[in-house]
């Protein structure tokens, strides 16, 4: 049977088409229950579909479960850059996952204090002189990058990971009771993760 679209529908349609279809020959849309998978160019993005649309509250359980289910991407362009003007380029490339990004983020923040203890710097001096390498608001470039920096201790940063929905704009966004609720709520499955392992093997 013949998927039946309405007029409405299917302009809406034709318009993601051609608002998405100047980037990528192909482009590949999943929908499920609660979320929306954009596959372009190799890249994936997700959008959690929100169950009332009038409510603003997240629902931490689906970002603890990305950030403890998550794969390891195995792409280590990133793992061992300490340059910070390298890092702010990588951060504002579009073509860099979420997970990389999120990587790239946390080794700004290590680098940046590195950099403001090796040469005495005061926060405003450290921030003045990013400003000068990037267009971005410093303010909220170091409030993601601190931020990462806490995911990537939670899940370990030694590989990036393929993160769905914990991205820097969700990290610019949740309020810091919200996303300490995160990081507890991530570090008990971690812990419990270990200790069914461990009691398996026994």
């Known amino acids: 049977m013949e998927l039946q ?6 302009q809406k349609l034709l318009n993601l ?3 998405l279809g100047a980037h990528t020959n192909e482009i590949t849309i999943q929908m499920k229950k609660g979320k929306i998978k954009v596959n372009c160019n190799n890249i994936q993005t ?15 359980d ?20 300490e340059n910070i003007d390298v890092l702010l380029q990588f951060i504002q490339d579009p073509n860099q996952s ?3 990004k999120i990587l790239t983020y946390s080794k700004f923040w290590e680098n940046c204090n590195k950099k403001r203890k090796i040469e005495g710097l005061s926060s405003r001096t450290l921030n003045s002189e990013i400003s000068s390498l990037t267009t971005r608001n410093v ?24 993160f769905e929905i914990i ?23 971690y812990r419990l993760g270990i ?4 009691g398996a093997r026994n």
């Open 46 to 60: 997700s959008l959690i579909v929100p169950t009332n649309p009038k409510s603003k509250k997240r629902n931490v």
């Open 167 to 189: 991205t820097p704009t969700w990290l610019s966004r949740v309020n810091d009771s919200e996303f300490e609720n995160f990081l507890e709520r991530t570090k008990v499955k």
């Open 98 to 100: 979420n997970g990389q």
């Open 5 to 10: 679209l309405s007029p409405e529908q299917q």
């Open 62 to 81: 689906q970002y603890v479960e990305d950030a403890y289910n998550a794969d390891i991407d195995l792409d280590m362009t990133i793992k061992d850059e």
């Open 139 to 162: 303010n909220r470039l170091m409030r993601v990058a601190k931020k990462s920096h806490k995911v990537m201790e939670v899940v370990g940063d030694f590989f990036p990971r393929k």
């Open 17 to 19: 088409h051609q608002s």
């Open 195 to 198: 200790e069914h392992l461990a």
